[in-house]
């Protein structure tokens, strides 16, 4: 169970290129179609589209369409308030961690590093490769400080890398070879830079809120002053980031539920070489393609409990596509390149267990 390969042609005949341009279009069209459908509460009940969306009516602000069911969830959620800063916390760590074991690795080697620069033709690679590091090393620390402005630094330190790293390392060789195990990291990436937006959008709103400029306490004095005027400008406008954030973050999901609902005896054989029968094949798989497409849809619909459950379910297919997909084949031969994908889909989970940590206090009234 694994994102697995795309509705990409290996070759490049005439014919293919065009069928894969054709797979391109029906994967946006799906992306676009579960946006538009994410949207139909807020079309039918406008309050659920109110700002903020604490306001909306209901325990759990639905408008009480879920009955007893919602007054059961109020109660859910009302315990885990408690333990919010726990769960965000712990999304943070386990978001950063692929970052941080990423700028341990090449520190080790950074000669290495140096040459991987050379090998993809940029120029000053000693330079670049320390870049690299400063944006890995200075993005994992303000990330995980908690701090809002520091944390939305940190989010754009780190997007800077994966749009780097993804061009570079995995796009361009993809172009080159049609590896299919670059085009799932290009998935991959995609989520975790729509992550990295999803936090900007949602901490520059907390920016400040202390009463100065930059919610440092005044340390950066005149300067903080100058960028505490350009939060100030840009947040009416963050919505923009949040949003394009979540879209982004459910693209390796929706391209996941896609490949597998086009073949579904292929993916049923997948889950019986997890060891099951057929008939427990069968029930995960079309468990496994409601979870991927509901939990998208109440992702990206950007109402607080719809994402948190939206969260919970991509969460719970992060799980088991790791353990099965990548850490019991991982621990039996010791390929890296499983090794690479436990650490994504670490982060990965760590981004919806950040989701659940900050939208379970704007579920509803309180």
Known sequence: MDFAEPLIPLAETRSEQTARRVAWAQGLALTGLLVCVAQLAGLAAPELAGAPLVLASGPVGLGGYLGSLGTFLRQYYDSLVPYVWLINYCGIVLFVLLFVMSFLNHAKDFSGFVKMMEAFGLPCPAVMALGGLFSLL????????????????????????????????????????????????????????GHCLLTIGFEVPEIGKDGTPLGLHGALGSVGAFIGKIYLFSRPYSFIFKYTGL?????????????????????????????????TATALAVFTLILLSVSSIFYVSGIPVLMELGAEGLFTFLLFATYFGHLKPYLQSGDMGHFLNILKNVSLAGACLMTMGVVIPQIGPS
Not at 152 to 158: K, P, T, V
Not at 248 to 276: C, E, R
């Open 138 to 193: 200075a993005g994992s620390l303000c990330y995980l400080t908690g701090i809002p402005v520091l944390m939305e630094w940190g989010a754009e330190f780190l997007l800077m890398f994966l749009i780097a790293s993804t061009y570079f390392g995995h796009y361009k060789p993809w172009k080159q070879s049609k590896d299919m195990s670059h085009f799932i990291m290009i998935l991959k990436n995609i989520g975790l830079s």
């Open 247 to 279: 879209v982004l973050f459910v693209v390796p999901f929706v391209l996941s539920f896609l490949n597998h609902a086009k073949d579904t005896k292929q993916f049923v054989g997948m889950i019986m070489g997890f060891g099951f029968g057929r008939t």
